[in-house]
């Protein structure tokens, strides 16, 4: 079983930057993925960003250039770094874990911009 706890998220004015990390625990061995996901209310859930364990990122378009995904590997614990936010950045992101064998979620946190 693994466990992923999420922090950082908040209310920012438009253009402000967040943080937010997740930190996971448990039966965590080999390689891994780990990502952020957002969902906006209305709308599905849609991938942010994920990185390997060897540090191979990908980014959806909308954030690309104003994010940074980042991984403590020591930690299990990976980042997210958001600039430049928008108001239609405003959603709960959750942090996923990719075992290839089993994946798992975190309860998710509130980022809301305001413009």
């Known amino acids: 079983q693994v466990q992923l706890v999420e922090s950082g998220g908040g209310l920012v004015q438009s253009g402000g930057s967040l943080r937010l990390s997740c930190a996971a625990s448990?039966?965590?061995?080999?390689?891994?993925?780990m990502a952020w996901y957002r969902q906006a209310p209305g709308k599905q859930r849609e991938l942010v960003a994920s990185?390997?364990?060897?540090?191979?990122?990908n980014y959806a378009y909308s954030v690309k250039g104003r994010s940074t995904i980042s991984r403590d590997n020591a930690k299990n614990t990976v980042y997210l770094q958001m600039n430049s936010l928008k108001p239609e950045d405003t959603a709960v992101y959750y942090c996923n874990i990719d075992l290839y064998r089993s994946m798992y979620w975190g309860q998710g946190t509130q980022v809301t911009v305001s413009s």
């Open positions: 448990g039966s965590i061995f080999g390689r891994n993925v």
């Open positions: 990185i390997t364990t060897g540090g191979m990122t």
